[in-house]
């Protein structure tokens, strides 16, 4: 009886999986970059809903602008919002959405290896509950891999990286642009 006390309060003691920091700034970021354009009641009427949605509170905020390495492609350029996500002191994620073009565009860079935190993101059981991989590549030392969202197959994501931990970190390490078409 003793035994089973012990391994029950064990079970309880032993620490669940806690998201680090970066992996925590990259999935709020790919659920901000969902939640804009799948849900646009989310921030229609002020931004204060959109980040309650995303869950990062005072992690995450509007700014006026960005660096240009973290705009997306020339033709998603029109009418965007730009977003902030402080995951370290050093290192983190912009998120770029637009209220006038269905799309989202992260990158994330900073003085700390985020290919670990990313392919961690990728790999949990909820990102693939949503996402469906397409396809994947390498090149250059970068791993670019498409997923088509579940629910809304009309949505794809693609998703660039580092194909391996311990990669520049003077660069931006992460490109994400999802678009969903329209008919």
């Known amino acids: 009886m003793k035994s089973a006390i012990l391994s029950?309060?064990?079970a309880f003691a032993a620490p669940?999986?806690?998201?680090s920091d970066l992996e925590e700034g990259f999935n709020g970021a790919l659920k901000g970059c969902e939640t804009w354009v799948l849900d646009p009641a989310s921030w229609s009427n002020g931004p204060e809903p959109f980040i309650k949605a995303v869950g990062l509170g005072a992690k995450m905020g509007l700014v006026e602008s960005v660096e240009a390495v973290n705009l997306p492609p020339a033709q998603l350029r029109r009418a965007n919002h730009f977003w902030r996500i402080n995951s370290?002191?050093?290192a983190g994620y912009v998120l770029v959405v637009s209220d006038q073009l269905p799309m989202c565009h992260i990158t994330g860079g900073g003085n700390a290896d985020l290919q670990p935190a990313i392919e961690t993101v990728l790999a949990l059981p909820a990102f693939r509950s949503r996402w469906e991989q397409q396809s994947s590549s390498i090149k250059d030392g970068m791993a670019s891999t498409t997923f088509r969202n579940r629910q809304e197959p009309a949505m794809t994501?693609?998703?660039s990286r580092a194909d391996k931990p311990g990669q520049r970190l003077d660069r931006v390490q992460l490109i994400v642009t999802a678009t969903f078409q329209t008919k």
């Open 8 to 10: 029950f309060a064990m």
């Open 16 to 19: 669940a999986y806690a998201q």
């Open 157 to 159: 994501i693609q998703i």
């Open 88 to 90: 370290t002191e050093s």
